[in-house]
């Protein structure tokens, strides 16, 4: 299959796709749903001016907006996940359309709740929850509303600001259409000499390639697609901080920074301490590329060097079925019920395993309240691969026990939290296999993986929110941005975190154009603090054994139950304190020791 164009959808074997006729049988059951939401959309709004005058009926409109939203959430996945199976659909996209327009009508229909829940008398509020039957579900609701009263605006403009939700996506949703449905990257010649298409989800396997000439044709070949395209794709990403930089104003926060981590009440200092501390130990990277420029038995070290393993691969690929196997003796540590959940997840159809002609590229876990959660994989065959398994199943448990625990009001963890259920998969994963390994140069191998994990999320991550912060502070002090800005910026941002070790590729210059999570802004650091939070707690699982799964276990259950940084702390890791991302640097200092005396 790796040798010739992709395969479409409707040549991957069925035990293979997801069961998406698990959120709906049919696209006419979605319809009756489309219906459904747009008729409890009209009820909810019959609430309007009513909330401040009687608890009760605040209660029944809490529970009505519940219902709705979470019914709406069903109506939008099913369509965006139909689309993701083949992006080139003109159905599932018009679906999709449907959804999001809908989904517009649905908040602006419920917009008011917020705002006549803060002129309700807090002291009033407070004590009716311990006197209406039902309302005391919402205490943290209530308190988290005003925690940020300030930012919340009137009745009326929080229904504009509703109504702009669906324009707002446009620059994200232009690049999603660009990057997974128009951009092509022509062919490169593999190690054989055969011709072979370049996509997203072969690009890092020919990166991985023992030869340097099929690392280096697919480097040129696809950031050359990026850059004919660099203008558009420069406007695009403009467009989106500018419509960061216009909700942070009219929501009276000082940067679109501080508006994105007050939603977790999170304090700017713990993204200023993550960055100063990851850039006050480059050094331990730099000695990292080092290591790997003298294993590869390089003159220079090019970026398309940097994810090639330097201890040869394992001769085998690891098919599919045997990485689920892995999997499940990996996180064994979790304890039975966990493994029992993670079969019936592998068995059930969660999964949507290969790529096909138009499929979303990466890997992601997706869901909602009412049904089970799923994954999308483009699986390849590869050790990273057994890796994104473990990872997305991560979060799809913490998923799915937080359903089955939590009410839809604290159904959706937050962002914050969500890249520790599948970093602790990762970190249990890799101890497992060093710990089975008899093999000296297979040890080697995954020990240069576990650096390059901590490369990639750690240190990686941390260069992506340096530059989400350049970039925002420039349009918020009136700088233009373009092409050649972006550029200089991610060019400046590669040369501090790889020079000296490492020549900087003028390709690199246009990474920035590839990268989706730029379109969910200061999204990517939470990816380091979550390396971090998961690193202590993986250690304390196979340390303490069952108090620390017991722990961990509540935290998978808690959802949005409570702040993140309170969420952690319950599971025994303080992120407001520089110590996690300390020790996380600490223990890639320990790999680094160990894969230097292994390869000499």
Not at 529 to 542: F, M, P, R, V
């Amino acid at each position: 299959m790796a040798n010739n164009a992709l395969p479409a959808r409707d040549e991957i074997e069925a035990k293979y796709k997801w069961k998406l006729e698990d959120i709906y049988p049919s696209d006419a059951a979605w319809e009756e749903d489309f219906k459904k939401v747009r008729e409890l959309s009209g009820r909810a709004a019959g609430y309007k001016g009513k909330l401040a005058g009687n608890m009760q009926t605040l209660l029944e409109c809490l529970k009505l907006s519940d219902e709705m939203l979470a019914l709406n959430d069903k109506v939008f996945v099913y369509a965006r996940m139909r689309r993701d199976e083949n992006n080139a659909e003109s159905k599932y996209q018009a679906l999709t359309d449907r959804a999001m327009a809908l989904s517009t009508e649905v908040y602006a229909s419920v917009s008011f709740i917020v705002p006549e829940i803060i002129s309700i008398d807090e002291a009033l509020l407070k004590k009716s929850l311990d006197e209406v039957e039902g309302l005391s579900l919402y205490r943290h609701y209530f308190n988290e509303i005003f925690r940020q009263k300030q930012h919340i605006l009137s009745d009326r403009e929080e229904e504009l600001l509703a109504l702009t939700a669906e324009i707002a996506e446009a620059p994200s949703d232009i690049f999603t259409m660009f990057n997974n449905a128009d951009i092509k990257f022509g062919t490169i010649k593999d190690e054989n000499g055969e011709e072979v298409e370049v996509t997203k989800g072969r690009y890092i396997k020919f990166l991985e390639s023992r030869d340097r000439r099929v690392r280096e044709d697919a480097f040129h070949t696809l950031y050359s697609s990026y850059s004919a395209m660099r203008n558009t794709l420069a406007s695009s990403l403009g467009n989106n901080i500018k419509k960061n930089r216009f909700y942070s104003t009219v929501r009276k926060y000082d940067s679109s920074l501080s508006a994105s981590l007050d939603n977790d009440n999170v304090n700017v200092s713990v993204y200023d301490n993550l960055i100063d501390t990851v850039n006050r130990n480059l050094p331990l990277l730099h000695r990292y590329l080092k290591l790997r420029k003298k294993a590869l038995k390089l003159d220079e070290l090019h970026m398309y060097d940097l994810y090639v393993p330097i201890v040869e691969e394992p001769p085998r690929q690891v098919g599919y079925e045997q990485a689920l196997d892995m999997v499940k003796k990996g996180l064994a540590p979790l304890g039975c019920s966990y493994i029992t959940d993670l079969e019936n997840a592998f068995a059930s159809g969660w999964i949507d395993v290969f790529e096909n002609q138009g499929k979303t590229s990466g890997a992601y876990s997706w869901g909602t309240h009412l049904t089970h959660p799923y994954v999308l994989l483009n699986y390849q065959d590869t050790i990273n691969d057994v890796f994104t398994i473990a990872h997305e199943m991560g979060h799809a448990l913490h998923s799915y026990y937080t359903n089955q625990t939590q009410p839809y009001i604290y159904s959706e963890y937050r962002i914050f939290v969500a890249e520790v259920a599948s970093t602790v998969n990762e970190s249990l994963l890799m101890d497992y296999l060093l710990s089975v390994t008899q093999d000296k140069k297979e040890r080697a191998y995954l020990l240069n993986h576990y650096l390059e994990e901590f490369r990639g999320t750690l240190f990686r991550q941390t260069m992506f929110a340096e530059f989400e912060k350049i970039t925002h502070s420039m349009i918020e002090s009136g700088e233009a941005l373009n092409a050649q800005e972006f550029c200089r910026i991610y060019r400046g941002l590669n040369e501090k975190y790889f020079q000296p070790e490492v020549v900087i590729d003028e390709d690199i210059d246009m990474e920035w154009a590839r990268i989706p999570h730029f379109y969910s802004s200061f999204y990517v650091y939470k990816y380091a603090t979550g390396i971090s939070a998961a690193t202590s707690l993986s250690q304390q699982i196979l340390k303490e054994g069952v108090p620390a799964v017991d722990r961990y276990t509540n935290f998978l259950r808690s959802g949005g139950s409570d702040y993140p940084l309170e969420l952690l702390k319950k599971a025994g890791v303080d992120l407001t304190k520089p110590e996690p991302v300390e020790d996380a640097l600490k223990t890639f200092g320990k790999v680094l020791d160990e894969l230097e005396e292994v390869i000499g």
